[in-house]
């Protein structure tokens, strides 16, 4: 297990140590933003460990995500490994209310979802107690030492799926290498997003015969929900109308889109931006930037219709991302533009769009590759350049019809290794 023959490591205790003196104050903090969210009192204690719902008497696989992007890019996971393991269960623990909310209505068939307890004792303890996994799958960057030892001390064989390390994250468990020997060496299996950071976990002590280069997840996920009754509603309301879309945009972005519509306003005075911030909370800050842009907008979330003179429609909602993609085959990226690590390009290329991004999308960078190399998606730095783009693609029908078709053709290749991806997780967790 490590160098003290699977003993924790001093560093390990200490973590041990020190999170059970903080975890009253992580309580209240953990506490607070989940009653701010609207959450009930007994879901806010299944952070505690108290689970609000019965363990069923089957075959029990846990997947544990972080927020949004990672709980939803295992739902068709679960959904192709419950075809393939007829008498399994599933359960999901995600730690935010959106990701939450989303994952109630997306629920593949035998699947409950819970908050995640906290990395301290007493909750990680009441946890496994009443959930008793029979396999844990951690997703993405998802290390949490106590959770990850305990589970496996307790018998539960462990993968981290769809791994993902930043490289500070990277370097500093190279300055522990006993430490990360030791976590590490509780996972059965790691299947990372791409070979860098197979390489990285190798480094950082994963024994390399458990370590295998994979693909993103988030690429073999299902196309996102289309209400079709709000798709038809919205495409009355545009009447015929061009329409570009920014999504998943950050602070500090929002005024290049605008400038960028300010500029095609010119060539097409009938354009509309659809608009969708990647925090709905922001509305108020989206809405007054629009203000300032001395653009006309209308807002999803007051049932604001868009009429003839609406140039910006801000799409402030959540779940409703696959409809708007369902509108437009010309789709901007956010979380680009700014040093945030951009978003799931295979999303908006499911519904049929080509995508457009900026340079910051380091957190998908093996995913965009093979978009931009087939002419799928293309960069852009400054509000000229995505000015140009969107141009490009509304005004050659071919250009776009290629780029579209060059999009949903690297979704398909991507597809297929969900199959590898279950056949690995099946014999290296003993799932039968």
Same mark, same amino acid.
């Given at each position: 297990?490590?160098?003290?023959?699977?003993?924790?490591?001093?560093?390990?205790?200490?973590?041990?140590?020190?999170?059970?003196?903080?975890?009253?104050?992580?309580?209240?903090?953990?506490?607070?933003?989940?009653?701010?969210? /609207?959450?009930?009192?007994?879901?806010?204690?299944?952070?505690?460990?108290?689970?609000?719902?019965?363990?069923?008497?089957? %075959?029990?696989?846990?997947?544990?995500?972080?927020?949004?992007?990672?709980?939803?890019?295992?739902?068709?996971?679960?959904?192709?490994?419950?075809?393939?393991?007829?008498?399994?269960?599933?359960?999901?623990?995600?730690?935010?209310?959106?990701?939450?909310?989303?994952?109630?209505?997306?629920?593949?068939?035998?699947?409950?979802?819970?908050?995640?307890?906290?990395? %301290?004792?007493?909750?990680?303890?009441?946890?496994?107690?009443?959930?008793?996994?029979?396999?844990?799958?951690?997703?993405?960057?998802?290390?949490?030492?106590?959770?990850?030892?305990?589970?496996?001390?307790?018998?539960?064989?462990?993968?981290?799926?769809?791994?993902?390390?930043?490289?500070?994250?990277?370097?500093?468990?190279?300055?522990?290498?006993?430490?990360?020997?030791?976590?590490?060496?509780?996972?059965?299996?790691?299947?990372?997003?791409?070979?860098?950071?197979? %390489?990285?976990?190798?480094?950082?002590?994963?024994?390399?015969?458990?370590?295998?280069?994979?693909?993103?997840?988030?690429?073999?996920?299902?196309?996102?929900?289309?209400?079709?009754?709000?798709?038809? =509603?919205?495409?009355?309301?545009?009447?015929?109308?061009?329409?570009?879309?920014?999504?998943?945009?950050?602070? /500090?972005?929002?005024?290049?889109?605008? @400038?960028?519509?300010?500029?095609?306003?010119?060539?097409?005075?009938?354009?509309?931006?659809?608009?969708?911030?990647?925090?709905?909370?922001?509305?108020?800050?989206?809405? /007054?930037?629009?203000?300032?842009?001395?653009?006309?907008?209308?807002?999803?979330?007051?049932?604001?219709?868009?009429?003839?003179?609406?140039?910006?429609?801000?799409?402030?909602?959540?779940?409703? %991302?696959?409809?708007?993609?369902?509108?437009?085959?010309?789709?901007?990226?956010?979380?680009?533009?700014?040093?945030?690590?951009?978003?799931?390009?295979?999303?908006?290329?499911?519904?049929?769009?080509?995508?457009?991004?900026?340079?910051?999308?380091?957190?998908?960078?093996?995913?965009?590759?093979?978009?931009?190399?087939?002419?799928?998606?293309?960069?852009?730095?400054?509000?000229?350049?995505?000015?140009?783009?969107?141009?490009?693609?509304?005004?050659? =029908?071919?250009?776009?019809?290629? @780029?579209?078709?060059?999009?949903?053709?690297?979704?398909?290749?991507?597809?297929?290794?969900?199959?590898?991806?279950?056949?690995?997780?099946?014999?290296?967790?003993?799932?039968?």
């Amino acid at each position: 297990m490590s160098d003290q023959e699977g003993r924790p490591t001093l560093l390990y205790q200490l973590y041990c140590g020190l999170t059970s003196v903080l975890a009253p104050l992580a309580w209240r903090t953990v506490r607070s933003k989940l009653e701010t969210a /609207g959450v009930s009192n007994d879901r806010q204690r299944e952070r505690l460990g108290y689970a609000t719902l019965p363990r069923p008497n089957q %075959t029990l696989i846990w997947f544990h995500a972080a927020s949004v992007g990672e709980s939803l890019s295992v739902l068709s996971l679960i959904k192709r490994l419950g075809q393939r393991l007829p008498d399994a269960e599933f359960l999901i623990t995600s730690g935010t209310p959106t990701s939450a909310a989303l994952i109630e209505k997306r629920m593949p068939p035998r699947t409950r979802h819970q908050y995640p307890p906290l990395d %301290t004792g007493g909750p990680v303890h009441r946890f496994l107690e009443h959930w008793r996994p029979d396999a844990g799958i951690f997703v993405e960057s998802e290390i949490w030492p106590r959770l990850i030892v305990e589970n496996a001390n307790s018998g539960t064989p462990l993968a981290l799926l769809n791994a993902r390390l930043s490289e500070k994250s990277v370097e500093g468990w190279k300055k522990r290498p006993k430490t990360a020997r030791y976590i590490l060496d509780h996972f059965q299996l790691f299947l990372t997003q791409n070979d860098r950071t197979a %390489t990285n976990l190798i480094a950082m002590g994963a024994p390399a015969d458990r370590v295998h280069p994979g693909t993103n997840l988030k690429a073999m996920s299902d196309p996102l929900p289309v209400d079709e009754a709000t798709l038809a =509603d919205i495409r009355r309301q545009l009447d015929g109308r061009p329409v570009w879309i920014a999504s998943s945009t950050h602070a /500090g972005e929002e005024e290049t889109v605008l @400038a960028a519509h300010k500029e095609l306003l010119k060539l097409w005075p009938n354009l509309l931006l659809l608009l969708i911030p990647r925090h709905p909370e922001r509305r108020d800050e989206v809405t /007054g930037l629009v203000s300032t842009a001395e653009l006309s907008f209308a807002l999803r979330s007051t049932g604001d219709e868009i009429t003839a003179n609406t140039q910006v429609y801000v799409a402030d909602t959540l779940g409703e %991302t696959g409809t708007w993609y369902a509108l437009c085959p010309v789709v901007f990226l956010g979380g680009s533009l700014k040093e945030i690590g951009g978003h799931n390009p295979f999303e908006p290329a499911q519904a049929g769009a080509a995508v457009i991004t900026g340079p910051g999308y380091y957190n998908f960078a093996e995913t965009f590759a093979p978009l931009v190399e087939a002419g799928g998606a293309v960069e852009v730095q400054s509000s000229k350049e995505l000015t140009d783009a969107v141009a490009h693609w509304l005004s050659d =029908d071919a250009a776009l019809i290629d @780029a579209r078709n060059a999009a949903g053709a690297c979704v398909n290749t991507q597809k297929s290794a969900l199959d590898g991806v279950i056949d690995a997780l099946c014999e290296k967790l003993d799932l039968k």
